[in-house]
């Protein structure tokens, strides 16, 4: 099969995130010269002017393209004030890229911003995607979730914040009006939001993919063992898939988690100076880290982690998952 060389990436930001989304780019461009042609399409959620300029310097200086899609039409197909929260625009508006891109496009790989990219993306985005509707790398979701979205236990729910989606599909199916479909039958309240609404939906038709395409933090702190003890799954990659993905990651996911995040004091994941190496040469150089984000609930679990034994750890992370669980419901 012949190699596709014409790479699109999505991101989906408000103007807060623009930074984070601009050290990605920065990242992809400098790790994906062989592609001919890059696009990036932001799903534009109220970025202003003065970053969406250095935005445009960054793609300028590596000769790439970007646009900028306003969702204020799309988003008025959705009532972002059903349920109890509010929900921003940005929280949904990957659901809508089917109607939002160009008929001529039939796949689109959507990135976080909180991401970085460290090698040739040509096999991710060259995936079979015959027979499914996205694929992605698995998720370390409580069980618990799987049953509020009412899924099969032996259904595979992917991170969507890295995920290759079959537009051509997702327009065949009408997933979008599904995507609403769905939203409404929870009041406007999915659990994970937008994750939860496409791994509802998209039952039965998601391609799993090596973990090295989305590196979380998670498991740089926990085994897989530990993994589905701690979340209740009877399955999850190998002890070797994850250490080959730590080792060699394709794409760094900084999700939060007890390691906290590289643009956050109190960071400690491993990778946090790759991350810091990109930034650095990016716009927002200068911009000194922020406080730690983390909930003090992970941070208290963070300290007990460190200085407790591995099954005491386990237990309070278990019970902590399950108190959040039922605080939601």
């Known amino acids: ?33 062989e592609f001919k042609d890059i696009k990036v399409f932001v799903l534009d959620c109220g970025i202003k002017d003065i970053n969406k300029e250095k935005l445009k ?70 995936v079979n995607l015959d027979g499914y509707m996205i694929a992605g790398v698995r998720d370390t979701v409580d069980s618990f979730f799987l049953k509020k979205i009412r899924l099969e236990p032996d259904e595979y729910y992917v991170n969507a914040g890295i995920i290759l989606i079959n537009l051509v599909s997702w327009r065949e199916n009408h997933l979008e009006e599904k995507f609403i479909d769905f939203i409404n039958k929870f009041d406007g309240n999915v659990p994970h939001h937008d994750q939860g609404t496409i791994n509802g939906v998209c039952v039965r038709k998601k391609c799993i993919v090596s973990p090295k395409f989305n590196v979380t933090s998670i498991i740089f702190s926990f085994t897989t063992n530990t993994i589905k003890r701690i979340y209740f799954m009877d399955s999850f990659y190998s002890q070797e898939e994850l250490d080959e993905a730590k080792k060699n990651p394709v794409i760094l996911h900084f999700t939060t988690g007890i390691v906290g995040r590289p643009w956050e004091e109190n960071c400690t994941h491993p990778m946090k100076e790759e991350y810091l190496n990109i930034a650095q040469i990016s716009p927002w150089k200068d911009d000194a880290p922020l406080p730690d984000g983390r909930k003090f609930s992970v941070k208290v679990f963070s300290y007990f982690f460190q200085h407790a034994p591995l099954f005491l750890s386990e237990t309070a992370y278990r019970l902590i998952s399950r108190l959040i669980h039922f605080k939601d419901k």
């Open 1 to 33: 099969m012949e190699l596709d060389l014409n790479l699109k990436i999505v991101y989906s930001a408000d103007d807060y995130y623009a930074k984070y989304l601009g050290i990605s780019m920065i990242s992809l461009f400098k790790t994906n010269y």
């Open 57 to 126: 310097s960054i793609v300028n200086d590596y000769k790439r393209e970007i646009y900028f899609m306003s969702m204020n039409t799309a988003m008025k197909r959705l009532d972002l004030h059903m349920g109890a929260r509010k929900i921003s625009v940005a929280s949904y508006a990957r659901l809508f890229l089917s109607s939002i891109l160009p008929e001529r496009d039939t796949k689109i790989l959507y990135l976080d911003c909180d991401t970085i990219v460290r090698a040739s993306l040509i096999d991710f985005w060259n």
